[in-house]
């Protein structure tokens, strides 16, 4: 089983290393925060809340990117800071309910998440990148299907897009 898991999940990291574009534009979009004197915040819903801990603890933090939230309270965020949210999918509803409080507060919003491109977070946010996990990876002798990593995913795109920020804002 492991060695499928292996080949599936390979899979899905070259699908989100191919989406070069929509990983260029969303560094693009939150290096902007970082060269105008502002912040990038993370927020992860679900399982991809364990996104906070690389944000955090990782061994190649930057200062400029931190939690969205201290203690279950909403960082001082301003319009010249960007969101990046991490959700499993499209439709999540805290993940929507956020977006919109953002967008209210006149706050650009990067989002990765996976789904219909067309509907939900997809839409509403700046910029959106689809970590492609949408189903279970792995099949099992009963027809189930079995390992959903989609906080994996959304690591390897927290890692790309830490890398272009870095290279861009070394361009500046």
């Keep these: 089983m492991s060695k499928i898991?292996?080949?599936?999940?390979?899979?899905v990291f070259q699908k989100i290393g191919n989406d070069e574009e929509s990983l260029e534009d969303c560094a693009r979009f939150l290096a902007q925060a970082i060269a105008g004197e502002g912040n990038?915040?993370?927020h992860g819903t679900k399982e991809m809340a364990g996104i906070l801990a690389e944000?955090?603890?990782?061994?190649?933090?930057?200062?400029?990117?931190l939690p969205l939230y201290v203690n279950e309270t909403m960082q001082a965020v301003s319009p010249v800071d960007r969101v990046?949210?991490?959700?499993?999918t499209t439709n999540d509803e805290d993940g929507i309910k956020?977006?919109?409080?953002?967008?209210?507060?006149?706050?650009?919003?990067?989002?990765?998440?996976?789904?219909?491109?067309?509907e939900g977070l997809f839409e509403m946010a700046d910029v959106s990148i689809n970590h492609f996990i949408t189903?279970?990876?792995?099949?099992?002798?009963?027809g189930d299907r079995t390992g959903f990593?989609?906080?994996m995913s959304g690591l390897f795109i927290?890692?790309?897009?830490?890398?272009?920020?870095?290279?861009i804002l070394e361009d500046l």
């Excluded at 898991?5 to 899979?11: A, K, R, S, W």
């Excluded at 944000?55 to 990117?65: D, Q, Y």
């Design 5 to 11: 898991f292996t080949t599936q999940l390979n899979g």
């Design 40 to 42: 990038i915040y993370v």
């Design 55 to 65: 944000v955090t603890e990782g061994l190649e933090n930057n200062s400029a990117i």
């Design 84 to 88: 990046l949210l991490f959700t499993r």
């Design 98 to 118: 956020l977006v919109k409080t953002l967008q209210q507060m006149d706050i650009g919003v990067a989002c990765v998440t996976s789904g219909n491109a067309d």
């Design 135 to 142: 189903r279970k990876l792995v099949p099992t002798e009963e």
């Design 149 to 151: 990593p989609s906080l």
């Design 158 to 167: 927290y890692h790309c897009l830490a890398l272009n920020i870095k290279e």
